[in-house]
């Protein structure tokens, strides 16, 4: 894929840092600073804007770039009640990628992948990462960076803190490399979490935030989060941090979480995005992200008939079994997804239980005639029956 495909404007990798400090409880000046006025082209900052619109313009006709109007409108609002006066500068861009990732460049370009809006259980969450995001914007911090690169580095590495250099696999590199520092990310997370406050959200939100992405992390077995995950490569999280934030939600109290809005914007979407989710073939990572769905309740049929997927693909010892119970339970669901009968199939078909690949794969023709690969599960079912 292209660079342009895939660029992270801003602070590749670094939206995860969410975990504020405790803080003092005053409104502070940096909640309403007058909008930015375009910068001369002349000055670091004003190249830095230029290379930008590059950019958005190219990130405008990627094919990546999910063209859902009402969900972005959405995306678009909780922006903007979030960024108040700054709201005309705001534009934001929702990118079909798999990992968790958020950046806002100094022009105002807001970029949200769907690997992140996946992971995200109530617009709160959302809010989080967002007012995290914009805290960068407000306090310039990508300039800083800019400024701190370019003593030490070509240009063909300034311009890659805004993007992947061609590659998904750069993230790590990217992050160790390009990461704002840990003054910027507390001064994000402080403005953030005051952005939340102010427009009714409930702060203890981006807590929950940090504690999913590192259960995930953890999910790899043997390694600690800061050795195998780009998102907490630079940005460990002692102990110290979560104390804080556990302090700075019980400071600023109330707010609402927004769940039921962000089902109702997100749900047709969560099928396309668990298919990414899986390809990646981070199975251990997947089946957190699975299993804390299934708990937290919501397309329980659609989330275990993944989670069977899962299991199925990864194979160890045992996962068969875990895949089997899962299909089961997902085709028991009062809106079984068709695929769940084609995984009991195939998964029948190996063992040697004939009877029930022919019904499983028979029953998922009967729902989805049309699949993609019902060519495939045709000649199965020919197989088994001659």
């Known amino acids: 894929m292209k660079r342009r495909q895939l660029l992270a404007a801003g602070c590749a990798c670094c939206a995860s840092a969410l975990v504020p400090r405790a803080w003092a409880q005053e409104t502070p000046d940096y909640l309403a600073p007058q909008r930015f006025q375009r910068p001369d082209l002349a000055t670091d900052e004003g190249g830095l804007w230029a290379m930008m619109d590059r950019e958005e313009k190219a990130l405008r006709r990627s094919p990546l770039v999910l063209r859902d109007a009402r969900l972005a409108g959405y995306v678009q609002d909780i922006a903007c009640r979030l960024g108040a006066a700054h709201c005309p500068d705001i534009r934001v861009f929702l990118v079909r990628t798999p990992q968790f990732n958020a950046s806002m460049a100094p022009n105002g370009m807001l970029q949200i992948w769907t690997g992140l809006l996946l992971r995200m259980e109530n617009e709160a969450q959302l809010a989080a990462v967002?007012?995290?995001?914009?805290?960068?914007?407000?306090?310039?911090?990508?300039?800083?960076?800019?400024?701190?690169?370019?003593?030490?580095?070509a240009a063909g590495q300034v311009l890659a803190l805004f993007g992947l250099a061609g590659a998904i696999g750069q993230l790590a590199v990217l992050a160790g490399g390009f990461a704002y520092s840990r003054d910027h990310e507390h001064e994000a997370d402080r403005i953030g979490a005051h952005l939340m406050h102010r427009a009714g959200y409930r702060v203890s939100e981006s807590a929950a935030v940090w504690n999913n992405l590192l259960d995930e992390a953890r999910a790899r077995e043997g390694d600690e989060p800061s050795a195998t995950s780009p998102l907490f490569a630079s940005h460990p999280a002692p102990p110290e941090r979560r104390n804080n934030l556990a302090q700075l939600a019980q400071s600023m109290p109330g707010g609402t979480d927004g769940k039921d809005r962000y089902a109702e914007h997100t749900g047709h979407l969560i099928d396309e995005w668990l298919q990414?989710?899986?390809?990646?073939?981070?199975?251990?990572?997947?089946?957190?992200?699975?299993?804390?769905?299934?708990?937290?309740?919501?397309?329980?049929?659609?989330?275990?008939?993944?989670?069977?997927?899962?299991?199925?693909?990864r194979g160890l010892a045992g996962d068969h079994d875990?895949?089997?119970?899962?299909?089961?339970?997902?085709?028991?669901?009062?809106?079984p997804p068709p695929p769940a009968f084609r995984g009991i199939g195939l998964v029948a078909r190996q063992r040697g239980q004939m009877s029930e690949a022919r019904h499983a794969f028979a029953r998922y023709l009967d729902l989805a005639p049309e699949a993609?690969?019902?060519?495939?599960i045709k000649s199965y079912l020919a197989e088994l029956n001659s």
């Open 276 to 313: 990414d989710e899986i390809k990646r073939g981070q199975y251990a990572e997947s089946l957190v992200l699975l299993s804390r769905r299934i708990d937290t309740g919501g397309a329980a049929g659609l989330m275990r008939y993944y989670r069977g997927e899962v299991h199925r693909l």
């Open 130 to 153: 967002i007012g995290h995001e914009i805290g960068h914007y407000l306090q310039r911090h990508s300039v800083d960076r800019l400024r701190d690169i370019k003593s030490r580095a």
């Open 322 to 335: 875990l895949a089997w119970s899962d299909y089961q339970l997902a085709v028991a669901d009062a809106d």
């Open 372 to 376: 993609p690969d019902a060519a495939l």
